[in-house]
């Protein structure tokens, strides 16, 4: 069954730090590349952040310096450490399996249920 759980969002203020976890059936996770995405109200979904297999990883200019992705492959999860967070973090955080395309990161066709991320100022 295919299946992303996220988890870990919340409230907090600017400059605080969050950890977001994304447990994925092994049918996604396996050997793929997996990837953070977030999307804010009446904005499109953007990838945030990318790891292979091998632990490569791949940031938005956004967020460099301030989130890390990490996975941990036995079991099954990826994870999002945020710091310095800004109120222009806000939004809901998905996680998905992606794969490399000329065009860059292309998602996976299903997704979570998600995981609000609130930054107040």
């Known amino acids: 069954q295919v299946q992303l759980v996220e988890s870990g969002g919340g409230l907090v203020q600017a400059g605080g730090s969050l950890r977001l976890s994304c447990a994925a059936s092994g049918s996604i996770f396996s050997r793929n590349a997996m990837g953070w995405y977030r999307q804010a109200p009446g904005k499109q979904r953007d990838l945030v952040a990318a790891i292979t297999g091998g632990g490569s990883t791949n940031y938005a200019d956004s967020v460099k310096g301030r989130f890390t992705i990490s996975r941990d492959n036995a079991k099954n999860t990826v994870y999002l450490q945020m710091n310095s967070l800004k109120p222009e973090d806000t939004a809901v955080y998905y996680c998905?399996?992606?794969?490399?395309?000329?065009?860059?990161?292309?998602?996976?066709?299903?997704w979570g249920q998600g995981t609000q991320v609130t930054v107040s100022s």
């Open positions: 998905n399996a992606v794969r490399p395309a000329p065009s860059g990161w292309v998602p996976g066709g299903y």
